[in-house]
Structure formats: C-alpha cells, structure tokens
C-alpha cells in the first residue's frame, strides 16, 4: 500500500518549476521525511491526497498537483460575458480563447480541483448548453532537459 501511495502522488503531482513529475523513490523518501503510516483502512487515493497536502505544508519537495487541460465551448449569447468572468478566476492559465459570431471557445490549465466548480457553473449559468471535455488529464514535461 505504501508503494501504491507513492505511485499516485507521482501520477498526480509535478515539479512547480520544470512542470516535470518526481519519481517514486523520491516521493517515498519525501514520505519517510513525514514519518507517514499508512492507514489500511483508508483508500490508497485519498491517502495520496492527504499526502501532497502535508507535503505542500510541511515544503518538504516542491510539488503541486499536476494541472488539467480543458476546452470549454457554449454558444455566444448574452451571459457569455457574465460567465466568462466568472470563470477566469478558476483558470490557472489561458491557452487559447476564442469569440466568434455564434460560439465562444476556451482552452485553458485548470487545478483538478476546481473542475467540478467550473462543470456547475457551466450546466447552472449556460442552461446545459455549454460542453467542457477534458483535453489532458495531467499537463506534464515529457524527456530530456536541454541544458
């Protein structure tokens, strides 16, 4: 259970400034800096996220959950404006936006966190009219640094 743990927080989580994920071996040391016990009567998963939150406290690696890359389109109408303020805000960044005279078109980074907040808004403020798919589930750097 313990390597599993490990295993789900190196899926999970990136380097904040290479954007690269950490191997096993140094998430499981970063976890016996914690002193961790694992808990076999809790689920791997939610271990694993209890984790990268003492890890983030306790700054014991740079890690930060890996970000997700979505595309959100809904027809242009009057509440596009109003939604897409709203949305800003949950974005960690921008890739591409886009207006045209009948859709309104974003691909973005969000924290996985705040994809069920952006999915509600969409379904509440566009009346079920807006569609948000998931383009990448962990945005990471893949292969070599070029130094």
């Not at 313990?2 to 190196?10: E, G, M, P, R, S």
């Not at 809904?74 to 886009?98: A, Y």
Request: glycine fraction near 2%; hydrophobic fraction near 35%; proline fraction near 4%.
């Amino acid at each position: 259970m313990w390597k599993d743990i490990a295993n789900i927080v190196t899926d999970n989580c990136v380097n904040p400034q290479t954007k690269r994920p950490y191997t096993v071996t140094m998430i499981e040391k970063a976890m016996q800096d914690l002193h961790l016990s694992v808990n076999t009567k809790r689920s791997s998963k939610s271990q694993a996220l209890d984790v990268i939150k003492q890890l983030q406290e306790k700054q014991i690696l740079p890690i930060q959950r890996a970000q997700m890359r979505i595309r959100l389109t809904m027809p242009q109408s009057k509440e596009t404006k109003k939604i897409r303020e709203k949305l800003h805000p949950l974005v960690t960044s921008i890739e591409d936006e886009d207006f045209d005279s009948t859709e309104y078109e974003l691909i973005a980074l969000v924290d996985p966190g705040k994809y069920r907040v952006i999915n509600e808004l969409l379904q509440t403020e566009a009346k079920g009219k807006g569609q948000l798919e998931i383009m990448n589930l962990r945005e990471k750097e893949e292969g070599d640094e070029k130094f």
